[in-house]
Every structure is written in C-alpha cells, then in structure tokens.
C-alpha cells in the first residue's frame, strides 16, 4: 500500500524558510513523481512545483521561482520542500501527491502540513 | 500556462439529484483533465483521471467526459458521503487546478 506520510505542523516567522519532508512507502520511489500542493484557508488548491527523482529534473510554478526549493534523496524514499522568504500570505497547508507518471494524475497524497506564519 | 475555470462555484443539491460540474481549460489540453473529491480537513482523492477513466474503489455514480477545452464531472444519484468540494487539475503542461467547486447536500 502506497503512503506518503509528511513532516509535522510548523510554526515560522515572517522572512523565514520552512522545509516539509515527504517520506514514501509501498512502492519504488523513484519510479514517479513527487509534486508540491498548498491549499491557503478556504482557498483552491495550487501546484507549486514537482521533481522526478530519478532523474533530478524539477520544475517550479512561475509563481515560486526563486522562493521554492524541491529536492529528494532516493536512499530515504523522501521529498523536501523549502520555502524561503516566508509572508502570512504562505499560511497554508502544504500537500506532497505522487505523480502516476511524470505529466499525468496525482494518484496518492499526503497528509498534509500546516505552516502556520506569524510574528 | 493553462488556466482552468469551473462551474459553478457552489451547488446545493438534494439526495438522489444527478450534479453536473464544468471545467474549461484555456486552451486545448486533450484529455489531460483529471478529476479530485476533497472533504473538510482531508487531502484529496483522485476521482477520475484522463477525463473519463475510472479510477478503482470509486463508486460507478462518478463519470467523467469531455475533450479539447471542455470537461464534465457527473455525480449521478447524489449520496449524503458526496458532499465536498471537487476540483479539477490539467497535466498537459505545467499542472494547474481550477478554482474548485463545492456540492452541498440539503
């Protein structure tokens, strides 16, 4: 059974950086995708960005280019995620989805981490 | 950059109704559509991926359609355990997600 299972709530303060883990299970790692989700409060869901493990390729939304970092370490099965420069706007929670194959649909997802950023 | 808008934004609807959901994309993506069901304080759960194939363990009331630009979520005969918001996401090139549409049982 395939799990992603991501790191604990955060707690940050503006201008920080905050780095969520994504740990999976139940399969090959590197076989997929990993991408990066964030839902704001009561907001749509919005792609951040995603890498292909095996291959290192990642690519950023527009949006977060130059604030995003997305790296993996194929040893541990796990995805990180790091956001720097942190505003209240980036409260959100944070979603790791495995990608069935690379460009396609996000099959199973993480639990989630809430990044809460305040002063 | 592909941008997704559904339709509507909110639907109340009684049990056993049969709801439709649009999407259109800004432009042709084929059928690189995939469909989410996402409850209060869950992730999501694929529902339907390349606009209309299955997905298993999802009920049969769920059916996708749709090619090009435009896409439908159906949910035929509407159970209590439907209510949530659904959205839908494109692949065709960087991924997006549209705005998301949120189906309340009366």
């Known amino acids: 059974q395939v799990q992603l299972v991501q790191s604990g709530a955060e707690v940050k303060r503006p201008g920080s950086s905050v780095k969520v883990s994504c740990t999976a299970s139940g399969d090959t790692f590197s076989n997929y995708a990993i991408a990066w989700v964030r839902q704001a409060p009561g907001q749509a869901l919005e792609w951040m960005g995603g890498?292909?493990?095996?291959?290192?390729?990642?690519n950023y939304a527009q949006k977060f280019q130059g604030r995003v970092i997305i790296t993996a370490d194929e040893s541990t099965s796990t995805a990180y995620m790091e956001l720097s420069s942190l505003t209240p706007e980036d409260a959100a929670v944070y979603y790791c989805?495995?990608?069935?194959?690379?460009?396609?649909?996000?099959?199973?997802w993480g639990q989630g981490t809430l990044v809460t950023v305040s002063s | 950059e592909t941008v997704l808008t559904q339709s509507p934004d909110f639907q109340s609807v009684t049990p056993k109704e049969t709801v439709t959901i649009t999407c259109r994309a800004s432009?042709?993506?084929?059928?690189?559509l995939h469909w989410y069901q996402q409850k209060p304080d869950q992730s999501p759960k694929l529902l339907i991926k390349?606009?209309?194939q299955s997905i298993s363990g999802v009920p049969s009331r769920f059916s996708g359609s749709g090619s090009g630009t435009d896409f439908t979520l159906t949910i035929k005969s509407l159970e209590a355990e439907d209510a949530a918001t659904y959205y839908c996401?494109?692949?065709?090139?960087?991924?997006?997600f549209g705005g998301g549409t949120k189906v309340e049982i009366q």
């Open positions: 390349y606009a209309s």
């Open positions: 432009q042709n993506i084929g059928t690189s």
């Open positions: 996401h494109q692949s065709s090139d960087l991924p997006s």
């Open positions: 890498i292909v493990p095996i291959f290192g390729t990642v």
């Open positions: 989805a495995r990608e069935n194959t690379y460009g396609s649909d996000f099959d199973y």
